[in-house]
């Protein structure tokens, strides 16, 4: 079993930052991508930022400049520092692991329970 439990959320106001952490833990033997996702109310969850094993990383167009995802990968961590900070970027953040739980089995996504960012104009 495989879970990952996100952190680091709250409320912050406009311009401010905020930095999100999320553990993978449990039975893990490969991690191909971690990412976030977020979903504002009544909106479709969207992807925000992934990074794959290699380090390359790919970021939605309205946070390009303002959020930084890195890995840890002996720690099976991932992160996401947000900066300058938008009212619009109000919505609970998701963590997102695509992950083999053994070898040989195949990857599937994981998701975390989720962590709520407000910010206030």
């Known amino acids: 079993q495989v879970q990952l439990l996100e952190s680091g959320g709250g409320l912050v106001q406009a311009g401010g930052s905020l930095r999100l952490s999320c553990a993978a833990s449990?039975?893990?033997?490969?991690?191909?991508?971690m990412g976030w996702y977020r979903q504002a109310p009544e909106k479709q969850r969207e992807p925000v930022a992934t990074?794959?094993?290699?380090?390359?990383?790919n970021y939605a167009d309205s946070v390009k400049g303002r959020f930084t995802i890195s890995r840890d990968n002996a720690n099976n961590m991932v992160y996401l520092q947000m900066n300058s900070l938008k009212p619009e970027d109000t919505a609970v953040y998701y963590c997102?692991?695509?992950?083999?739980?053994?070898?040989?089995?195949?990857?599937?996504?994981?998701w975390g329970q989720g962590t709520q960012v407000t910010v206030s104009s």
């Open positions: 990074i794959i094993s290699s380090g390359s990383t």
């Open positions: 997102n692991g695509d992950i083999s739980p053994r070898r040989s089995w195949p990857s599937r996504n994981y």
């Open positions: 449990g039975s893990i033997f490969l991690i191909n991508a």
